[in-house]
């Protein structure tokens, strides 16, 4: 799902959708400094805002692509940021 290392926002956006509960369910479980970005992201995904998802990602620390990377590689298309 990858093309040169970037990810394919359109393509985690519609698994996030198909998976809202499941994905902000596990927004607790990650640190402290992530979770206000994951939720974020989730709902840039909700709103079928890919470009703005992507714009955000590129914004935030490698820490914090690591922790939320834990959340969008566990949906359903297997997609990982990272």
Known sequence: ????????F?????????NLTMARSEVGGLPFRSQSA???LISLA???????MESYWNGLSAAQRS????????????CSLM
């Open 46 to 52: 909700a709103a079928n805002k890919p470009g703005e």
């Open 38 to 40: 994951a939720n974020q």
């Open 1 to 8: 799902l990858q093309v040169n290392n970037m990810p394919d």
């Open 67 to 78: 922790d939320i990377n834990v959340i969008i590689g566990d949906n359903s298309c297997n």
């Open 10 to 18: 359109n393509e985690i956006a519609s698994s996030i959708r198909g």
